[in-house]
């Protein structure tokens, strides 16, 4: 296994870095400097899943937090990566050799895990903010899983954690998925959606509340990104954890969404940028 050649950490944290929140007795999200990750299961039980790897450098912090939420030498079953951006697969190779778990994805987002197919060139013109201008220092090559990432089974289903179905929403990357519970309406967005406008360093800093489409910078398909929040839409979740922000519950996320839905070419598409084309804000 090996990380992408410029892969390093990246020097930015928000307020609630750190910070665990259980959202459900069985769903727990907890912040790594600036991005989720989400474990998937009860208090102390022995069966549980771990949903996206975090920054780079934050391993041992990952490892901490689930030992503190199940107990001493823990271990999740499998990891599931809504996609293989960098701050969500960030520490996924210090995991893997310390939990010996298998690691599982849509098969759109293979190439890019597998060594074979790096992303497009993050935008720093894109409008936005600072997070966006420093966004020419993120890491957009391909890491090298080898085998032990696998495809996520073709029948919507998740293993190892019973209930969830994948959902796959592209946009963003081409094989990003989100993740979602039909029995309570639970759902595991990915950078589908966000709740917070990922391109301003200030509210990435205060985790300031806001809808707002998938990080511009990282995005160079608007087309299909509205495609697959209408989609998310759809599914009426009752509550949401995003790869970035704060979870969004009950009728916030409702309004939200929809508003989301119905006006992304002015919520969510930038202005400007080299992936956007005029006729993607209407
Ligand atoms: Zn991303």
Redesign the pocket.
């Known amino acids: 296994m090996t990380y992408g050649t410029d892969y390093k950490p990246i020097p930015a944290i928000s307020a609630t870095s750190g910070q665990g929140l259980e959202i459900l007795p069985d769903l727990y999200s907890y912040n790594v400097r600036i991005v989720n990750i989400c474990l998937v299961g009860h208090r102390y039980a022995d069966n549980f899943v771990l949903v996206d790897a975090g920054m780079p450098g934050s391993a041992d912090e990952i490892i901490a937090a689930t030992e503190e939420r199940f107990g001493a030498n823990s271990c999740p079953k499998a990891i599931f990566l809504t ?1 293989g ?1 960098f ?2 697969v960030g520490s996924i190779m210090e995991l893997v050799k310390h939990w010996k778990v298998p690691v599982y994805a849509y098969p759109l987002e293979l190439p890019f895990l597998t060594g074979k197919q790096s992303y497009p060139d993050p935008d720093p013109t894109v409008e936005g903010g600072m997070i966006a201008k420093m966004s020419s220092f993120f890491p957009n090559e391909p890491i090298n899983l080898g085998k032990h990432v696998q495809p996520l089974p073709s029948n919507g289903t998740v293993p190892e954690m019973e209930g969830f179905c994948w959902v796959h929403t592209p946009g ?2 081409p094989g990003h998925v989100s993740y979602f519970r039909d029995e309570d309406g639970a759902l595991i967005a ?2 589908a959606f966000v709740t917070v406008k990922q391109e301003s360093l200030y509210a990435v800093l205060t985790q300031e509340k806001e809808i707002s489409g ?2 511009r910078y ?1 995005t160079p398909d608007w087309k299909s990104a509205w495609e697959s929040v209408k989609k998310l839409e759809a599914l009426k979740p009752s509550l949401a954890i995003t ?1 970035h922000g704060l979870p969004m519950i009950g009728e916030e996320l409702s309004k939200n969404l929809k508003t989301l839905a119905d006006d992304f070419g002015r919520i969510a598409v930038p202005d400007y940028g080299k992936y956007v084309g005029q006729h993607h804000k209407h």
């Open positions: 996609h951006h701050d969500h963003h990357t990915g950078d998938p990080p990282f790869g």
